[in-house]
């Protein structure tokens, strides 16, 4: 095959690969809702149920009470992510707050948060701690 009709075919196929994303909306990140938190928090943690959960207002971070502890959730993409706070360091960021994680995967994780809620979510990370 002549690689100037290899190069065409690629890049037909990325370009494709990249509509189809768009069209069907793969390219925006998920938006968190009450339901949403619910669904995705059985999932990663079988057996627990949420008892209060605590939306962020931008949608792409949560704060869940279940079974005793304070888990976090926030959102990679089209997927949450889920974290016990048991062992977490909390600071302040521009943007929100700063969760430091005993989890090499995702030591540290930025929450986006307003002012109200940095004021309300830093005292029930800490108390979970």
């Known amino acids: 095959m002549p690689l100037w009709l290899l190069g065409i075919i690629v890049v037909v196929g990325l370009t494709a690969i990249w509509l189809v994303m768009r069209v069907y909306g793969f390219d925006r990140p998920l938006t968190l809702t009450h339901e949403v938190v619910a669904q995705e928090f059985a999932v990663d943690n079988p057996g627990l149920t949420p008892e209060d959960i605590h939306l962020a207002k931008s ?3 949560a704060l869940v009470h279940a079974g005793g502890s304070t888990y976090v959730l926030w959102v990679m993409g089209q997927d949450v992510a889920t974290h016990d706070l048991a062992k977490a360091r909390v600071s302040d960021a521009e943007s929100g707050l700063t969760l430091r994680l005993p989890d090499f995967a995702a030591p ?22």
């Open 108 to 129: 540290r994780v930025t929450l986006t948060l307003t002012e109200d809620e940095k004021a309300r979510w830093k005292p029930m990370i800490e108390e979970a701690v």
């Open 59 to 61: 949608g792409q971070s």
